[in-house]
């Protein structure tokens, strides 16, 4: 009977396997939007490859939404399990645990008798619904092959608690009561059933308690006999000769089991504990005789770690709250060796007698418990060897979809438990930096089909949210034909990573640098060159020309070419300046504090052009920049939006300030004649680019802003429109205060 019972339990084992499986699939159809994709194509497959499924839904919010097939079950849509009493218990406990959970047998809302496993779904950390399996009765019991088993020696049963009335339910055929019936069971906690096989015969013999009260009975019915055997005639003296031979054997039969028995067998009073009797082979067990053991009772020779457990159980089965009992405990042999023993006592006396006696059987397990204490301290050896290694070391597979083990160095290194991980199949995902999450999903999942070991570096989000670069190196092996495991080791490589960046970063500035001392060289020499080449070319006519007055005129070109290069050097030696000073000077300066120093400045312009200054920025702004760039900048915007003023309207100029991710923004807008960007965009910021008439511009004020900005890690956008003005966006870096230079 055992064994059937564990041939059962194994198909039903693999049938829920099967179910959990084709649960997570249709989990899977669901985007991080919480919407269903190919819900139908993905449902038709899992119905036509599983003959033990009859049908599968999604349940958002509890509400049945999606079934497949529709045809048969149109009844069950739109029903709310979670406000239903025969259903909302089943349910909440699969949210309660997040796994899979089967509600039934119990009455489809579609017809028939079925059950039906439900697997919660939790999207950015909500509860979204559930996805589930429904499976009709009969198709149950077909998977779990009892039809194949029937038998006129023992049959099947299979109860489960019922929610509303906490009444133990059963639901194969013959439900007679089975106090008086010798059953094996194995619960099945997937749906809390209990799963029983049931010999047809009556038990009479149920271990040593029956055999021995029989045989007292048998023989107070022999005394009878003898009393009245005078009395009766012969047939009846036959009968009692023929009931003494029966005593005679059955107690023959249990002296042969108590004495020769490969168990330790005691006969001990319930009232007091001491021994009545004890067979050879525990005598043996704890080193004392029989008469030795006669004047001793079960605490003395008991663990006192042991004790308390072993007289509360006692206490249970002389009240009648149990009939028998199994417990391991520990014995002390006579030579003070502890022995490990598991023992089962069945008490003697009958329901509503008075406590007397019981019988225990005990085993020696010392040898099996010596072999577990090995295993354990291997185990921990090889613990503490894994949580020595510098490295996250972790196991999973592709049946359970998550991690079943993590090294305590998680804790280290990222600060979550081992338990955090393991309690949340998807928990790996979600500690993934959000933008390497599906590359790195996509990359496990593609060598995972492809059945290679695989190393690739990512970002996880540590507990304290810091971010944590990590090398996952991964191994990947088979159990069985359908189930992928993985053996992994994640290395902390933060340090190592920000290094790279750092030097990356380095190698960059430098390049760039490099680019703008190539380009800024060109510019020199393009400058430097047209200049001296003019200076050259005047001394050559100063030099050959005879008449005095030509000479004078030739002087004072010669003057102003000379003051222009003059000029032009002052320029140069200003971005030289800029581009060479490696670390400004950061303060927190009040941003109108500086606005309104650049409008005194430009005060007579002002005036002059008539210029009306709407300016919207909050006493309180403060930006963090260096004071002599940020004086620069602003009198390059605010004189730019007055000189190339529309001729037909006043100027106007609006500032403004706010915030935008890590930037304070300065916004500066005219309406002024504006910058074509489709010709000019690409060089508005060169050095000495002019884009108009005027003759003031120079080429030089926005190319020596941009410098600025740049070197203090902001940035300049512009948006213009001709005719219409110009919006430049001034981008200040907010750099933490305690990083300010002062």
């Known amino acids: 009977m055992e064994s059937i019972l564990a ?12 179910n959990y499986a084709a649960t997570i699939t249709l989990a899977l159809t669901i985007d991080d939007n919480g919407n269903p994709k190919d819900f139908e194509q993905v449902a038709k497959q899992i119905i036509s490859s599983n003959n033990y499924i009859d049908a599968v839904q999604l349940v958002p919010n509890g509400i049945i939404k999606y079934t ?51 697997l919660p779904i939790f999207k950015k950390g909500g509860f979204w619904g559930f996805s589930a399996v429904i499976v009709k009765f009969k198709t149950l019991i077909k998977s779990t092959g009892i039809e194949s088993f029937k038998s006129n020696k023992y049959y099947f049963q299979l109860s489960k608690i019922n929610p509303i009335t906490n009444t133990e339910e059963f639901f194969l055929e013959n439900k007679s009561p089975l106090y008086d019936k010798s059953f094996e069971k194995v619960e099945i906690p997937e749906g809390d059933w209990v799963l029983y096989i049931i010999s047809k015969e009556q038990n009479y013999l149920s271990g040593f308690s029956p055999v021995m009260i029989i045989a007292f009975l048998l023989s107070l019915l022999c005394g009878l006999f003898v009393t009245t055997l005078l009395k009766k005639p012969s047939e009846l003296q036959k009968l009692v000769k023929l009931q003494t031979k029966k005593i005679i054997q059955s107690e023959f039969l249990f002296k042969s089991i108590f004495e020769h028995a490969g168990l330790g067998i005691v006969h001990t009073n319930s009232i007091d504990g001491t021994f009545i009797d004890a067979n050879d082979k525990f005598c043996e067990l704890i080193g004392y005789n029989q008469e030795e053991i006669k004047k001793m009772n079960f605490m003395m020779i008991t663990h006192p770690n042991d004790l308390d457990e072993d007289l509360m159980n006692m206490k249970k089965m002389r009240n009648g709250e149990i009939g028998q009992f199994s417990v391991e405990k520990r014995y002390f042999h006579k030579n003070g060796k502890i022995i490990w023993i598991n023992i089962t006592i069945s008490s003697l006396w009958k329901k509503n007698e008075k406590p007397n006696n019981h019988i225990a059987i005990i085993e020696d397990i010392s040898g099996r418990k010596e072999s577990e204490r090995q295993v354990q301290e291997s185990q921990q050896k090889i613990k503490d060897l894994i949580d020595s290694i510098d490295g996250i070391v972790w196991e999973g597979n592709s049946e359970e979809s998550g991690v079943t083990y993590i090294s305590k160095k998680s804790e280290d290194i990222l600060g979550y438990t081992p338990e955090e991980w393991i309690a949340d199949k998807y928990f790996w995902r979600k500690i993934i930096h959000p933008e390497d999450r599906d590359w790195v999903i ?28 990590v090398r996952d190196i991964v191994s990947v092996y088979h159990e069985s034909e359908n189930i992928i495991k993985f053996r992994g080791i994640l290395i902390d490589t933060t340090k190592s990573k920000q290094f790279e960046i750092d030097l990356n970063n380095s190698l960059k500035l430098v390049t760039e640098q490099n680019k703008r001392l190539l380009n800024f060289s060109h510019i020199i020499s393009h400058n430097l060159r047209a200049h001296t080449s003019n200076i050259q070319s005047l001394i050559s006519l100063i030099e050959m020309s005879e008449d005095q007055e030509e000479r004078n005129e030739l002087l004072v070109l010669l003057k102003s070419v000379s003051e222009t290069l003059n000029q032009t050097m002052s320029n140069l030696n200003e971005v030289v300046s800029i581009q060479t000073d490696i670390n400004p000077i950061i303060e927190e300066l009040n941003l109108n504090k500086y606005v309104n120093k650049t409008i005194e400045v430009l005060r007579d312009q002002i005036t002059k052009n008539e210029v009306i200054i709407i300016n919207t920025i909050p006493n309180d702004a403060t930006v963090s920049f260096n004071p002599a760039y940020l004086e620069s900048v602003l009198l390059n915007f605010i004189s730019n939006a007055i000189r190339y003023k529309h001729p037909d309207r006043k100027p106007e100029i609006e500032l403004k300030t706010y915030t ?27 050095l000495y680019k002019t884009f108009t008439n005027n003759p003031e511009s120079r080429g030089i004020g926005l190319f020596i802003t941009k410098n600025q900005i740049d070197t203090l890690k902001g940035k300049i956008e512009v948006e213009s429109n001709i005719n219409i003005g110009t919006t430049f966006k001034t981008y200040f870096n907010n750099a933490p205060k305690e990083n300010l230079h002062h």
């Open 660 to 686: 935008e991710d890590n930037y304070q923004i300065l916004e500066i807008r005219d309406n002024g004649i504006g910058i074509d960007l489709k010709k000019n965009g690409k060089k508005l910021f060169g």
């Open 68 to 118: 497949y097939p529709l045809k048969g079950n149109e009844p069950a849509m739109n029903f709310d399990i979670l406000h239903s009493p025969l259903h909302r218990q089943a349910a909440l406990k699969a949210i309660e645990t997040k796994s899979i959970y089967f509600s039934g047998p119990v009455e489809l809302k579609q017809g028939g008798l079925g059950v039906v496993g439900r």
């Open 442 to 469: 996509d990359y496990t999942t593609k060598h995972a089909h492809d059945k290679k070991s695989f190393d690739y570096e990512y970002r996880m989000i540590a507990k304290n949210g810091s971010i944590v670069w």
């Open 7 to 18: 041939v059962v339990e194994k198909n039903i084992e693999q049938n829920l396997k099967s």
